[in-house]
């Protein structure tokens, strides 16, 4: 089995391969003060649910955006399971080229994700995560990431909204019934909700327009993913929650094959 581990900055993703299948999946918080004892445990009840050990892990592979938990999760690997992971980092074979600046400033979970919506689904492709930011990652025909944009995610700006103005609620975050709010709490989620959405469609329309992305396809994934696809339905050719830990297995194999 392969332990697939994907740590943002709000949750830690996880997933069990047996083979090819993508047995479990878990999400668990991101807490940069918990040990690799504490995640250990946490790993060791989830495996137990499905009536396995650590030592049934062969392998794994982890993806970071936080910095903080690197260590503590790669000790917890090495000392649980006896495998010391895959990190992915820029250096890291991932199936596609990166043209960029600055290849080490480029978020492991961007790499991820953009390598394996190119894997999927082909390219030229535009792969939309939203999480903790709404990320836009762009990969042509040929396999070459050639950038994107970072917008705040849209649960971030919602916290921002009711941190900054004083009367205003926390809401949920589901589609109004009209774009045109008649309370504060259903203006807000036309603002949070439609804006996002046409955020999307504006930066999504703009990428199509270059001429080594045309005719590209729009890959979502993350948390919300399924909330903005249902706002722009044509908008978003696939939704795939699963996209980054069926990334990490990619490269983990890809790595395994070059060594």
């Known amino acids: 089995m392969l332990l697939a581990m994907d740590i943002g900055n709000t949750n830690v993703k996880i997933g069990i391969f047996k083979g090819d299948e993508l047995a479990y999946t878990w999400r668990v918080s991101t807490v940069a003060s918990h040990t690799a004892d504490e995640y250990g445990m946490v790993i060791y009840d989830l495996l137990r649910q ?18 903080s938990l690197n260590y503590t999760i790669e000790h917890m690997c090495s000392y649980y399971t006896g495998k010391r992971p895959l990190v992915v980092d820029h250096r890291t074979e991932t199936g596609i080229t990166l043209c960029y600046d600055n290849p080490s400033e480029l978020g492991a979970d961007r790499m991820v994700g953009a390598a394996a919506a190119y894997r999927f689904y ?43 103005a004083a009367k205003l609620p926390r ?3 589901s589609t109004p019934e009209s774009v045109v709010g008649t309370s504060t709490r259903s203006c807000m989620q036309a603002g949070i ?50 996209l980054a830990l069926k990334g990490l297995k990619y490269i983990y194999d890809l790595d395994r094959a070059k060594k």
Request: without cysteine.
């Open 193 to 242: 909700i439609y804006g996002y959405a046409g955020l999307v469609k504006y930066l999504v329309g703009k990428y199509r327009a270059l001429p080594e992305m045309k005719g590209a396809k729009v890959v979502a994934t993350g948390g919300l993913s399924e909330l903005i696809a249902g706002v722009e339905p044509e908008l978003i050719d696939i939704t795939d929650r699963a």
């Open 50 to 67: 499905g009536g396995h050990t650590f030592d049934d892990v062969d392998g794994a592979v982890m993806s970071s955006v936080a910095p």
């Open 122 to 164: 082909g390219g030229p492709v535009i792969e939309v995560d939203f999480g903790s930011a709404t990320t836009f990652n762009l990969v042509t025909a040929e396999g070459k990431f050639i950038g994107g944009a970072i917008a705040p995610g849209v649960k971030t700006a919602t916290e921002s909204l009711v941190h900054t």
């Open 171 to 173: 809401v949920e975050l």
